[in-house]
């Protein structure tokens, strides 16, 4: 390695972050294109619509009538806003803050409108309230927006909070001198094997340290974790066993970034370190058509086997891979931990 390469290692963090930082484009204030938001706006709709329904109707099976009357002029406006919403989010997201408020509001009055047109042509009512339908979908998708927003915003510092325990977890001291005391034991005898560690410990702080997009690849994700254990593995040497099983076609799916690699770490923390013959570790994928499976799979030492205090340790770091995921993906995702078979399992099941 050249002194140059050395000395400029870490020279193009700054202004590639800068570049980055100042294309970004505004925040969209709500995104309908996730299940989560589905199933809140529509039951959203259904207690408003359930509440008022209150007002007209006396008795249980006549307020089970109206309610299924209301739901089916309702619920096909509804959809029809979050269908609206999530075919113009990139649209939204280049428009200001509070043309993206308008722009819901007007959604919902045009579907208001629409439910309205459904009730008409049942002969509900003699005289069809157009003004009052838009006034009330406009009402009702400015409240919807409004709670997306509040939910956005509440996911900002939970985020931070993320990030900032995944760096504290990266960045652990003792790894970077138990890495360096390696690296020095091998300058004399193996120097290129001592060059290729050095290599692979930049590369992993580099990719901690950047500024990261909202997503990565698994594929990228994967390549991560290789660094990581090509670290791993010259402090283990035999006593550290791994095993990819890999599907090609589960690459491009996309997850948060700096998420595998903290698996593989608490896998090797937890199930080959306290070992002293070590251990195997099983990184796994699955493509399943709409969804993709992801296994992390440590062997556990023998007191471990016999005893679940050894969960307790795997708590922070998983709670913390769940949170990220949850963000990301809200209830689309699948996330399981736990000892089956003498080995604690990992499994995350997320959309492609």
């Known amino acids: ?33 996730h299940a989560g938001v589905v199933l809140r706006a529509v039951m959203f709709v259904e207690t408003v619509l359930g509440v008022a329904a209150l007002y007209a109707i006396d008795g249980f099976m006549a307020w089970v009538g109206l309610m299924g009357l209301l739901t089916c002029a309702a619920l096909p406006g509804t959809l029809a806003w979050l269908v609206s919403a999530c075919l113009l989010k990139h649209w939204l997201a280049r428009c200001s803050t509070s043309a993206q408020y308008a722009v819901g509001s007007l959604l ?24 009052a339908s838009a006034c009330t979908g406009a009402l009702l998708a400015g409240l919807l927006v409004a709670s997306l927003v509040w939910r956005a915003r509440a996911r900002t510092p939970a985020a931070t909070t993320a990030r900032l325990a995944e760096l504290q977890s990266r960045i652990r001291p003792h790894f970077l001198f138990n890495t360096l005391n390696s690296a020095i034991a091998l300058v004399r005898a193996e120097p290129a094997r001592a060059e290729t560690l050095l290599e692979d410990l930049s590369d992993l702080f580099r990719a901690a340290l950047l500024e990261h997009g909202e997503t990565a690849t698994l594929d990228e994700e994967v390549a991560l974790a290789r660094r990581y254990l090509a670290i791993e593995q010259v402090r283990f040497g035999e006593r550290l066993r791994v095993h990819w099983e890999l599907d090609p076609e589960a690459g491009q799916a996309r997850l948060p970034p700096l998420l595998l690699q903290p698996l593989v770490e608490n896998a090797i923390k937890h199930g080959v370190e306290p070992s002293a013959v070590g251990g195997e570790l099983i990184v796994r994928t699955r493509n399943q058509g709409t969804r993709v499976r992801l296994d992390i799979i440590n062997s556990l030492p023998q007191e471990a086997q016999k005893t679940t205090a050894h969960t307790a340790g795997h708590g922070i770091a998983l ?5 990220r995921l949850r963000l990301l993906h809200d209830v689309e995702i699948e996330f399981s931990a736990g000892v089956r078979d003498d080995r604690y399992h990992v ?6």
Request: glycine share 8%.
């Open 108 to 131: 919902g009055a045009v579907t208001g409108l629409y439910g309205c047109g459904l009730l008409a042509l049942t002969g509900f009512t003699e005289h069809s309230p157009w003004l």
């Open 319 to 323: 709670a913390n891979v769940s949170d």
């Open 1 to 33: 390695m050249k002194d140059s390469q050395i000395l400029s290692t870490f020279g193009p963090t700054a202004p590639q972050t800068a570049s980055k930082t100042s294309v970004q484009p505004a925040p969209l204030v709500f995104d309908a294109c």
């Open 347 to 352: 499994r995350i099941t997320f959309p492609t």
